[in-house]
């Protein structure tokens, strides 16, 4: 069983800095494509970013984040990140942390592609 744990998120002032964890159990993390999602109130949940499984670590960022986000990984303790930079009332959401279902699958930034999510963890940047 996969179980994702977010951890991190908090109340910040705008051009403030977060950096979002993600626990993630099992032996195969590496294996994986992962990603950020999040979903503000009254909004449906978006793409943040995803990182390849391994090699280069290529990764891809929604126009919203690019510049300020930096999403990266560390296979040794199965652990996801998001350093966010430069804070906006607009990144105000619920953040998610996913996982694609098959190893050493490409990168996606569609929602119905990843099939293990975590909880949550929330995020309220004021103006």
């Known amino acids: 069983q996969v179980q994702l744990v977010e951890s991190g998120g908090g109340l910040v002032q705008a051009g403030d800095s977060l950096r979002l964890s993600c626990a993630a159990s099992g032996r195969t993390f590496s294996s994986y494509v992962m990603a950020w999602f999040r979903q503000a109130p009254g909004k449906e949940r978006e793409f943040v970013a995803t990182i390849n499984w391994s090699g280069g670590f290529t990764t891809y960022y929604a126009d919203s984040v690019k510049g300020r986000f930096t999403i990266s990984r560390d296979n040794a303790k199965n652990t996801l990140y998001l350093q966010m930079n430069s804070l906006k009332p607009e990144d105000t959401a619920v953040y998610y942390c996913?996982?694609?279902?098959?190893?050493?699958?490409?990168?996606?930034?569609?929602?119905?592609?990843?099939?293990?999510w975590g909880q949550g963890t929330q995020v309220t940047v004021s103006s």
């Open positions: 996913a996982r694609r279902p098959t190893a050493y699958s490409s990168t996606s930034s569609r929602e119905n592609d990843y099939d293990y």
